[in-house]
């Protein structure tokens, strides 16, 4: 209780505050274009919090992430079209209330149900994350390999409709992580000394989600407002809160949409998009009239708002206590870590108790600020879209090339960046999702140190391992998450 | 168009994976059998992949008229951070900007003009300045 008041006071520092108030802005404006994502934002300003202190770096890249979902809601509503994947269960209802003149309520629901969906599972990252660093601890090896491979393996599963793309991204990234040193400190595919170390990380992030993003919006020109764009039915002064009658009606679903999206986002590779549909279709299922679904229902705009935001902070949990990132932005949040020097995993709790509680209380501080500003400035946010890709991309170009520099300072990694990053766009065009990628790279060092340990240790009695439940179970969920898609196809 | 780009690019991956491979063969068997099992698991998955781009080729469908304009971009993008290593960070900004306006044909005339040194300036001040982020020193700029 000492630490979360501590952690309190910590966060609610004038500095954090700002941070957060800035990690707002940014999240709301990057999620509110159509083409743009959170993560992109944070990539591009992750190499900035290298010279903000941990916690504050970490809170403000947390308030681009949560807000970046929320705000990806506003067009999703207004013209159909989801800011970011998360939000493309908001379109199934928010678009249909926007034709109907209700994009008011909509807006109102969906910035309600986000703040309400990140409070729970803000509660859930406080409360589960101690208790599960403790249990990871009893986490060898084979546990942290056969963990590692699940979160890979979802990934790769849920990433793309076809199984073998999902596969090549998730081995390329395998493959990318390989450079550098080997587990037995042998020299690897390293061919000049900027890659002793490997790929860096943050140049990797820069390079697939800021250069992709921007030649995907210049050859889609997918800023362009269509005609039935809802824009200007928002563009009036409007209280962007939600009325005290409708609390009766709607608080069951806020309740349940929560506690789903709280957990699909403790799973790992899951996340906000998949909790938003999960989500959806559940509250389709506990409604009286589910046939109005799809119409027009303000419940189902709740629902997708609430559990997509809750998968947020949730997220976080197997990322934090383990080390192993479920999602592309936990990743992001990861890095901004190992920047200052901190090691995610049981330890960091540990060592670090003051950090990780001012982290946990900023988040409910950051929530707050979202809700304030997500309310005053939804309508300004909404106009945002109109922004030409003309002007849009020569400006993320310019800050992602600063993002790359401001690393290492050099222009190797600007390089090196640029040419992920074209690789990363010709993958796109061969529909080769970018998400198994940045998590094989990320995860490729953990799984093949712990499998190379594993070896070791389990040399010549390899039967053991079937004694240890923990890498049963994970193994077999792995192999079910690869053959599922398989099964699926073959069905249907 | 889209089913030849695409089979073309399972091509490219798989020259790829040749070529680590080939690379990977110097190194001793406990530090190259992982990244050569991944290797080969891609060499499989690329030459399915082909294999099904070739089954699905088509006629051509559609002529991509937004291509030119990315062309553009990765071009001025790969000469801005040429010239910027030439001619300093700031100045090349500006020029960066001011040809992707044209090249993105932006036709705000107003807003080619004072936009890039304005980003610039808001660049300068609040990060070089206040947040103290390094930014490439060159002769000129």
Redesign the interface.
Known sequence: MELMFQGLLQAMHWQNLIAMIFGVVVGMVFGAIPGLTAAAAMTILLPLTFIFKAEMGVLFLLAIWNAGVYAGSIPAIVLNIPGTGASAATTLDGYALSKKGMAKEALRASVTGSTIGAFVSGLALLFLSPPLARLSLMFGPAETFAFALFGLSIIVSLSSDSLINGLISGFLGLLIATVGFAPSGALRFVYTPELIDGFPVIIVLIGLFTIPEVMDLIERQRLTITKNSCVDVVSKRSNFLLKISDWKSFSFNFLRSSGIGSFVGILPGAGPTIAGFVSYNEARRASKNPAAFGKGEIDGVIAADTANNAAVLSSLVPALTLGIPGSVDAVIILAALTMHGLLPGPMLFERNADLVYAVFMGVFVANFIMLIVGSISARHIAKITRVRVSILSPIILVFAIVGAFAVRNNWFDVFLAIIIGLIGYGLKRMNIPLAPLVLGAILGPILERNLYQMVVSYSGRINELVTRPIFIVFILLSILSILMPILRSKRG | MASL??SV??G??LLCMII?LV??FP??L???L??QC??L??LL??V??FV?DIKRRRKSIDE?K??Y??LA??LL??L??FS??LLGFWLS?VL??IT??IA???KNWL?III?PPA?VLF?YIV?YKF??????QQSLF
Do not use: C, H, Q, W
């Not at chain 2, 947040?131 to 490439?136: E, G, M, S, V």
């Open positions: 780009s695409n690019g399972s490219i991956i680590a690379l990977s190194l001793k406990r530090d190259g992982y990244p991944i290797i698991i891609l998955l690329s399915l992949r099904k991509d937004s291509l304009k990315v971009a990765i993008t790969i801005y951070v910027a290593e900004t960066f900007m992707m306006f993105l044909k932006e807003l936009f980003l660049i990060f947040l103290y982020i390094p930014f490439p």
